[in-house]
């Protein structure tokens, strides 16, 4: 019994240290893990400048959808690997719907190695 009691010592000792150092290690940092394809693509794009069409920047003057509705799409948006073009090279093309209150907005991504430029919006008012 006394060396079980031993053992678990032991055990929550150097769990415990290995613990503080991944705080130590990882805490000032912006460390993130997406495990998800969706969540990983979205923040691949994200991370790269960001460019808009002419023929986005028309949509954006003439609808009520402004780059704040564009940003949130990209955060908490639902890409359609089915429609996209993952498999393209240089650049791979991406189709990213809408969630919430942006639900009746479609975005179409092409992103490239430094670049991500959103080649339309598509809004259907269909699905209010």
Request: glycine share 6%; charged share 25%; with cysteine.
């Amino acid at each position: 019994m006394y060396d079980m009691k031993r053992r678990f010592a032991l055990y929550g000792f150097g769990f415990a240290i290995g613990i503080i150092l991944v705080f130590f290690f990882l805490g000032g940092k912006n460390a993130s893990c997406n495990w998800f394809p969706n969540d990983r693509m979205l923040k691949i794009i994200r991370s790269k400048h960001i460019n808009y069409s002419n023929e986005t920047l028309k949509t954006l003057d003439l609808s009520e959808i402004d780059s704040l509705d564009i940003k949130e799409i990209l955060v908490n948006g639902d890409i359609d690997f089915a429609k996209s073009q993952t498999k393209n090279d240089p650049c791979r093309n991406y189709i990213i719907n809408g969630t919430d209150k942006q639900k009746d907005i479609v975005l179409s991504v092409e992103i490239c190695d430094s670049i991500a430029i959103i080649e339309y919006i598509k809004i259907d008012a269909n699905d209010n």
